[in-house]
């Protein structure tokens, strides 16, 4: 009777966090082209199109006198599941509502940032506006990576992740899964 509970809490989470973040269901017209999910579940690293865009928000960012710090990009699967399993079945605090093959993470796709103070600490503070812009240095960041085409989690419906950013070229988890041979 555990396992069965456990097994339903694992699956309504997955089912909350896919369904609800609002990441996009977008017909076959409105996909981007340049990215296939069968491409993107081949991916070992990541994609050639996020690894651009990733170094020229890095260039973007330090030209308005921001300094950011990738702290993740691709998983594997079993990365993913490991992070997954800290605070559940291994010891740690919970970091991730995504198993592995659920993340963007898992294709290439996604990449999650923090700043680096002028002191040299690595910051995940939303607030602080360390260039003397007037706007908070981590929404300048947010604003830079939309224009070049990335999603922001912290746009997300249910669940904020602050750091995440992510280019789905409009596929979604299961269909990355599905190509991935992913159960």
């Known amino acids: 009777m555990k396992i069965i509970m456990i097994l339903f809490a694992v699956t309504a989470l997955a089912a909350f966090s896919y369904s609800e973040i609002g990441w996009p269901e977008l017909t ?17 690293g990541l994609h050639p199109i996020v690894e651009d865009k990733k170094e020229e928000l890095k260039d973007k960012a330090a030209e308005r006198g921001i300094d950011i710090v990738i702290t993740e990009d691709y998983r594997s699967i079993e990365e993913q599941q490991a992070l997954y399993e800290r605070g559940r079945s291994a010891d740690g605090d919970i970091v991730t509502n995504a198993a592995g093959g659920e993340s963007y993470h898992n294709y290439g796709l996604a990449v999650d940032f923090a700043l680096r103070s002028p002191e040299g600490s690595v910051v995940w503070d939303i607030e602080s506006d360390f260039n003397g812009s007037g706007q908070a240095d981590w929404l300048e960041v947010v604003d830079i990576a939309k224009d070049l085409g990335f999603e922001w989690g912290g746009d997300w419906d249910h669940f904020k992740d602050y750091p995440h950013l992510q280019m789905s070229f409009g596929l979604s988890i299961q269909e990355l899964k599905e190509a991935a041979g992913v159960q």
């Open 28 to 44: 076959e017209e409105e996909r981007d082209p340049r990215v296939t999910a069968s491409e993107a579940a081949a991916q070992d």
